[in-house]
């Protein structure tokens, strides 16, 4: 669940957004402007990333211990069916179904 100050006049609250059914809530790392070798790129081209950090996760998604996610782990996933959440200005967060978190970064203990 994410809390975002709201911008309403006649009404000061808390806007939440949390993913619902089979959801996550993703933050999108940066693109990369310089190459694993060095490189540095112009501003018109970026490597793009398909790597995040989980933000929210959905209750449905909590509850089900086929899916061994859970908030803050870094993840791969398909961008394909993501859909922005528009109220950061760089557009970084996107909800995108469990089914397309292709991996999750875990270090070895």
Do not use: C, W
Request: overall charge negative; cysteine-free; hydrophobic content about 40%.
């Amino acid at each position: 669940m994410v809390h975002m100050a709201s911008s309403s006049t006649n009404k000061q609250g808390i806007e939440i957004v949390e993913p619902i059914g089979t959801r996550v809530l993703i933050r999108k790392d940066e693109d990369k402007k310089v190459t694993k070798v060095g490189i540095h790129l112009p501003d018109k081209i970026e490597i793009p990333t398909l790597t995040g950090r989980i933000v929210a996760i959905s209750m449905q998604i909590d509850r089900d211990e086929d899916y061994p996610i859970k908030q803050y782990d870094r993840i791969l996933f398909n961008p394909k069916n993501g859909v922005p959440v528009d109220f950061e200005g760089d557009n970084r967060l996107f909800v995108i179904p469990v089914e397309d978190v292709v991996a999750v970064f875990r270090k070895d203990d």
